[in-house]
C-alpha cells in the first residue's frame, strides 16, 4: 500500500526565514503534486513534478523531485505571512489511477 | 473559465439520514473524482470517473456511498444512511485526462461540508 508522509506536521516560522517541508513516499509513482490549503477553502495546485530530479519554482517557494529517495522537498525562501496554510503533497500510484496524498503541513508564518 | 462547482456549500443531517451532493466539472473535462477530506486529514480519493464510467472506486464504502456521472458530466455523491463518521469536507475534482503526456492537473471545487450528528 502506498503511504506519502510529510514533515513536518506542524511549522511556525519568522518571516524572513527559510524552511523546508519533506514528502516521503513507499513506493513508485509516476508523477507527484503540491497544493496549498487555505482554512475553510479547497486545494490550489501549486507544482507537477514528473521527472526524477524535477525543479519548479514560484516566487517563494521551489519544489523538487528525486524518484530514487522517493523524496519530494517544497522550499520556502524568506516566509512572508500570505504563505501561512497547509500544504499537502500528493502522489500517484504506478500503473493506477490513484492519487494518495499527504498528511499535510500546517505552516504558520509570525510576522 | 468557470470552477468546479459544489453544492450544498454546507449540510446538517442526522444519523441514519440520506444526503446527496452535486458536483459540475470544469467544461470539457473528462475526468473527475470525489474526495473525502477529515479535518486535519488529506483528502482520500473516494471515487474517480473518467466520462461515464468508473475508474476507480476501491476506497467507496460501497454498503452507504454511491456515485454516478451521468452523460459524462454532473455527478453525484450520496450516502444512504450517514453514520457519525461521514463528517467530513466532500471534495470534487475535474481533470482533462488521465494520462497521456499532460500534467493531469486536477482543479478543485469549493467542497460540501457535512456535519452528521
Known amino acids: 500500500e502506498l503511504k506519502v508522509e510529510q514533515n513536518p506536521l506542524f511549522l511556525s516560522m519568522q518571516e524572513g526565514k527559510n524552511y523546508t517541508i519533506y514528502c516521503n513516499y513507499s513506493?513508485?509513482?509516476?508523477?507527484l503534486y503540491w497544493y496549498r490549503q487555505d482554512p475553510g477553502k479547497s486545494l490550489e495546485s501549486l507544482f507537477v513534478l514528473l521527472s526524477n530530479g524535477a525543479v519548479k519554482q514560484e516566487g517563494r517557494l521551489m519544489a523538487s523531485l528525486d524518484t530514487k529517495a522517493r523524496l519530494s522537498t517544497l522550499h520556502i525562501t524568506a516566509a512572508v505571512h500570505d504563505l501561512s496554510a497547509t500544504y499537502f503533497c500528493?502522489?500517484?500510484?504506478?500503473?493506477?489511477?490513484?492519487?494518495?496524498f499527504g498528511t499535510g503541513t500546517r505552516l504558520k508564518v509570525l510576522a | 473559465e468557470a470552477g468546479v462547482a459544489q453544492s450544498p456549500r454546507y449540510k446538517i443531517i442526522e444519523k441514519r439520514q440520506s444526503v446527496a451532493f452535486w458536483c459540475n466539472p470544469i467544461s470539457g473535462h473528462a475526468t473527475l473524482y470525489w474526495y473525502q477530506q477529515i479535518l486535519g486529514q488529506g483528502p482520500k480519493l473516494l471515487i474517480q470517473f473518467q466520462n461515464n464510467g468508473v475508474v476507480d472506486d476501491s476506497q467507496l464504502p460501497k454498503d452507504r456511498f454511491s456515485a454516478e456521472r451521468l452523460k459524462g458530466v454532473d455527478s453525484t455523491l450520496k450516502i444512504q444512511p450517514a453514520k457519525l463518521e461521514d463528517s467530513a469536507v466532500y471534495l470534487c475534482?475535474?481533470?482533462?485526462?488521465?494520462?497521456?503526456?499532460?500534467?493531469?492537473?486536477?482543479?478543485f471545487g469549493p467542497g460540501t461540508r457535512l456535519t452528521v450528528l
Open positions: 500528493a502522489v500517484i500510484l504506478s500503473g493506477t489511477y490513484k492519487y494518495i
Open positions: 513506493t513508485t509513482s509516476d508523477r
Open positions: 475534482a475535474s481533470s482533462l485526462e488521465i494520462f497521456g503526456n499532460s500534467y493531469n492537473e486536477q482543479f
